[in-house]
């Protein structure tokens, strides 16, 4: 019988999460709140109390390269219910700013952010969502970076000047 081999906690990383924006991550103290009120988890093998845990731990290797991190649907229950007021949402939100800087993002959130980056929208605008709203009495397209072209064009140079569009094309590497 082979023993898995222990690993060490590293504060580095931790420090990292907390000033990446996880800055409550060392108020958790476990008593899985989060994990039995998230509705994500409900549904998907996701567990808000281990990716925190892992954070603790320093155990980036754990975390960062996880599916996990993306299950989240930044709902905020898990923080509503908190008894010690950790913010889960903000520490999730760091770590997956981390994940990505370091090549990690699940493939939807990846295209979401490729969509932003190319059409300024979360999702695109089909010929029958055209349809759709002309037959609702609305205009064929909204009134937004749709129908405005210098908007989306701000919005390209937004996503440009910040690294956004390099970021998203790249996924972080």
């Known amino acids: 019988m082979v023993l898995a081999e222990a690993k060490e906690p590293n504060p580095e990383f931790t420090r990292k999460v907390v000033e990446a924006g996880g800055k409550t991550v060392n108020l958790c103290f476990q008593c899985g709140t989060c994990t039995g009120s998230c509705p994500s988890g409900r549904q998907t093998a996701f567990r808000v109390r281990k990716v925190v845990r892992r954070a ?3 155990f980036e290797e754990d975390v960062l390269p996880s599916d996990d991190l993306w299950l989240c649907t930044t709902c905020y229950t898990c923080y509503e219910r908190c008894p010690r007021g950790v913010e889960i949402v903000d520490i999730i939100m760091a770590l997956r700013n981390m994940a990505v ?3 990690y993002i699940a ?17 695109s605008l089909r010929d029958e969502d055209k349809a759709l709203r002309k037959k609702l009495g609305l205009q064929e397209t909204p009134p937004t970076v749709f129908a405005h072209a210098d908007a989306l064009e701000q919005v390209k140079k937004i996503a440009q000047a910040c690294g956004f569009d390099k970021l998203v094309e790249t996924g972080g590497k």
């Open 101 to 103: 800087r370091k090549g």
């Open 107 to 123: 493939d939807a959130h990846k295209k979401v952010a490729q969509l932003i980056s190319k059409t300024g929208h979360l999702v």
């Open 56 to 58: 603790q731990l320093g």
